[in-house]
């Protein structure tokens, strides 16, 4: 059975770095794409980094030049670290697994996701 566990949220201060981390167990494929996403109260999650199952990576326009995805494929971990950190970056982030994500243009439907993990806080105090 596949699992997602994110780990490394947390309390950073204004212009504070966080690496959250992904880690993919008991997928059935050996390659395996994951897209961040990103929660607040009262609001709808919101896909916002994608490394494909070929690394491609795609970011929405609000983080791109602050995050950055890569992965770890010994270790099934996939990172997102988020730099220069505002308050507005707030949020409950989580990952979710898909397969044959290639050469990534978008967020992918989120039909084709097939596990999450529970998320894992990140909060920016200015």
């Known amino acids: 059975q596949v699992q997602l566990v994110e780990s490394g949220g947390g309390s950073v201060q204004a212009g504070g770095s966080v690496r959250l981390s992904c880690a993919v167990s008991g997928y059935r494929w050996r390659s395996y794409c994951i897209t961040w996403f990103r929660q607040t109260p009262g609001k709808e999650r919101e896909g916002v980094a994608v490394?494909?199952?070929?690394?491609?990576?795609f970011y929405i326009d609000s983080v791109k030049g602050r995050f950055s995805v890569s992965r770890d494929s010994a270790k099934y971990t996939v990172y997102l670290d988020m730099t220069n950190l505002q308050p507005k970056y707030s949020a409950m982030y989580f990952c979710a697994v898909s397969s044959a994500v290639l050469n990534v243009k978008n967020i992918p439907p989120t039909s084709l996701f097939e596990a999450w993990g529970q998320g894992t806080q990140v909060t920016v105090s200015s």
């Open positions: 490394i494909g199952c070929d690394d491609s990576t």
